[in-house]
Structures are given as C-alpha cells and as structure tokens.
C-alpha cells in the first residue's frame, strides 16, 4: 500500500513569500503527482500536477519540482497571498495506477 | 470544465436512517468515480471506486454492506450510508474521473456533512 508523506503540517508565510511544501512516496510506476487545495468546507481542487519524463512544472505562482531519485517532490508557491490560505494535499498513483493515496495535508496561513 | 455536483451539501439525521448522496459529473462523462471520507483536519481516506455499469470496489476495511455503490450511468454515482450511526457522522467527498488511464485527473464535489444524532 502507498504511503505519501507529507510535511510540514502547518505554515505561516508573510504576503509575498514562498511557500514550500514537501511529499516523499514509496513507490509507484506511474509518474503522475497531483496537488490539490481545499478550502473550509469544500471538495479538494486540482491545483497543478506533474507528469513523466520532467523534473519541474509551473503555472503562474505555483511551481512542482519533482525528484525521481529521491522519490520526492515538492509545491513552490511564489509571492504568496493571502488568497492561498488553504490545505493542501499533495497525492501519489497506487492500486496499478488507478487510485490515489493523498498526503497527510499541508494547513497554510498567509498573513498580512 | 469538469464539475461535478454533489447533493445534499449537509444532512442532520437521526440515528437509524439510512442516507442516500448523489455525485453528478455536469458536463463530462465519468467512466470512474470515487468516494471518500474526511475527519476534520485529516486527510482524505478513499473508501470505495466504481465504475459505470459494475460493482464497486470497496478499500480494506470498509462495510460493503453499510455503505451501498451505485454507479448507474456515466455522470450518477451514489453513495447510501445504511442504518447510519454517530460514528458515521464525517465529510464524505466524491471525484469522478473522465477515463481510465492513471494520468487523468480527478474533479471532485464539495462534499456532503453528514451529522447522525
């Protein structure tokens, strides 16, 4: 069974800073790494994902660098604003790549 | 593109009732939906994937029994929490995704609150 690590747990990031969230998963065939942002009381929304064969995708603030080696990757979010305050979960590919197993959560503050 | 809806948004029930969710995807067809459930400040446990026109596949752990899978159509799942008790009270979540292949995203509703008293 995947497992998908998460970290840290929580954040606090001034406006305009980065936020950097972390996930490291065991193994898998399927070189696919979503990550989702849920508000309070909503469903989880795709954010940006990661797909085969490149180690770094961007869209606008948001930025997933992923490392194939280490089994890790990681979410970038530039000049953060307070609008991003959110969990986070990044997810991994499991059962022959046609589930997902989710990480523990990310719970980022961005103050003012 | 790809929303999907899920009614009701929060149920307050008695102890005893059985709970029907539906999980519609509006403007795409779901040849896969999944449900899931969430404790406050956890993460999201999948419960159960099932795919139109066969039976769901339930994740280790979970009643069958207790929660009924119907995936009757390409854009209805539903979800029925049988005889539900306090200790069913969660967020249950549903995605649904456009095909079979591992790199298809999955879109998901806004959850249902249940609450049994």
């Known amino acids: 069974q995947q497992q998908v690590k998460q970290s840290p747990q929580s954040l606090i990031v001034q406006k305009g800073g980065i936020s950097i969230i972390n996930c490291a998963y065991e193994n898998t065939a399927f070189d696919y790494f979503p990550w989702y942002q849920q508000f309070p009381g909503k469903g989880p929304a795709l954010l940006i994902a990661i797909r085969p064969d490149v180690s770094e995708k961007k869209e606008g603030r948001f930025t997933i660098s992923f490392n194939k080696s280490a089994k890790q990757f990681s979410l970038h979010i530039m000049d953060s604003q307070p609008g991003d305050s959110a969990t986070y979960f990044c997810a991994a590919p499991t059962g022959g790549g046609n589930k997902l197993t989710f990480g523990t959560g990310t719970q980022l503050k961005v103050e003012l | 593109g790809a929303v999907v809806s899920q009614h009701p948004s929060r149920v307050i029930c008695k102890s005893g009732t059985s709970v029907k969710i539906e999980c519609r995807s509006l403007d795409f067809q779901a040849t896969t939906m999944f449900w899931y459930r969430q404790f406050p400040k956890q993460s999201l446990m999948l419960m159960a994937t099932?795919?139109?026109?066969?039976?769901?596949?339930?994740e280790q752990g979970v009643e069958k029994d207790k929660f009924l899978i119907n995936h009757a159509s390409l854009t209805l799942s539903t979800l029925t929490v049988t005889s539900a008790h306090p200790e069913d009270s969660s967020f249950y979540i549903c995605?649904?995704?456009?095909?079979?292949?591992?790199?298809?995203?999955?879109?998901f509703g806004d959850g249902t609150r249940l609450s049994i008293l």
């Open positions: 995605s649904a995704r456009l095909g079979g292949g591992w790199m298809e995203p999955q879109h």
């Open positions: 099932s795919n139109e026109g066969s039976k769901a596949t339930y």
